[in-house]
């Protein structure tokens, strides 16, 4: 097996919502905002590579929205979905498996492209996974989420017959990867955890979108269940640090994993590290 990072870009979102009640005054010691109060965001994906299967988890944005909705989220950067597959030897359709940890604009936008006048899958020869409880979450969104689920990038999925679900009650993907799920971001959100090298790798989505949201209370406004998410990420934390292991970061612009320690003042950063480094 060979896990690769997927560059894709960087967009950017206001600091105050990635922050919740956390005063702009600490958050900006990790995270500088612009004139705009807008901070960077990576849109970084991982490429799982191993035996006949070639796996990615997420597909960040894609393209297919309009001129208006890309300027309120200011892509930006060298870096893309192609350009980061060809530079490992692979392209779209050598894809045969895409995991969607959940279905926010800019984790499934990727998944689908308009092709003329018609809206068909990236990845065509891919198996598409998602779950039963997140899929009829975000078909039938609540007003809170609403502008995150877009029926452009998620109906087609569908409609293409290559959609499956992963069931909550046997989370196995294959012998190397299983499902872990949290449900305060949105409902029934995907971690998948993977054993590689010997060490354990969590993928962490929207439950830790930063070296910088690290602390408990920590929470983005965009979670639905904020209490939750607490809860989830104190439970969570203390199981990575006994189980040392190592998380993938999809959001934070500068560090693609870390690792996470006891403190005096409750779980901290230990080390930030390139995935290939391990």
């Known amino acids: 097996m060979k896990l690769h990072s997927i560059d894709t870009g ?6 105050g919502a990635m922050f919740g009640v956390v005063p702009k005054s600490i958050w900006q010691k990790t995270n500088t905002a612009d004139d705009k109060n807008l901070c960077t965001w990576a849109t970084r994906l ?17 393209d297919k929205q309009d001129d ?18 060809k530079k490992l030897g692979f392209q779209r359709d050598d894809i045969t498996d895409v995991i969607l940890t959940h279905l926010h604009f800019d984790h499934c936008g990727g998944a689908i492209i308009r092709e003329g006048d018609r809206l068909s899958p ?5 198996h598409f ?21 877009l029926k452009e990038n998620i109906l087609p999925i569908q ?26 971001h949105t409902e029934s959100m995907m971690l998948p955890q993977i054993t590689y090298k010997d060490k354990t790798i969590l993928y962490m989505a929207d439950l830790l979108p930063s070296v910088g949201h690290i ?64």
């Open 10 to 15: 960087f967009f950017k979102l206001d600091g």
């Open 46 to 62: 991982l490429l799982i590579e191993d035996s006949n299967r070639l796996t990615l988890v997420d597909t960040a944005l894609g």
């Open 68 to 85: 208006k909705f890309f300027s309120h989220y200011f892509l930006h950067g060298d870096d893309s979905l192609d350009k980061s597959l």
């Open 122 to 126: 990236a990845f065509k020869n891919a």
């Open 129 to 149: 996974w998602s779950n039963e409880k997140h899929w009829n979450w975000a078909t039938n969104p609540n007003p809170r989420e609403k502008a995150s689920f």
């Open 159 to 184: 409609e293409s017959g290559q959609l499956n679900f992963i069931a909550e009650e046997n989370p196995v993907f294959d012998k190397h990867i299983k499902m872990r799920f949290a449900n305060g």
């Open 215 to 278: 602390p408990i209370a920590y929470v983005m406004s965009y979670d639905v269940r904020p209490l939750v998410t607490m809860q989830e990420r104190q439970d969570y934390w203390k199981e990575i640090v006994d189980g040392e292991y190592i998380l993938f970061l999809e959001h934070d612009p500068v560090y693609e994993c870390c690792t996470l320690q006891y403190t005096e003042k409750g779980i901290r950063l230990k080390d930030t590290f390139k995935l290939a480094d391990i």
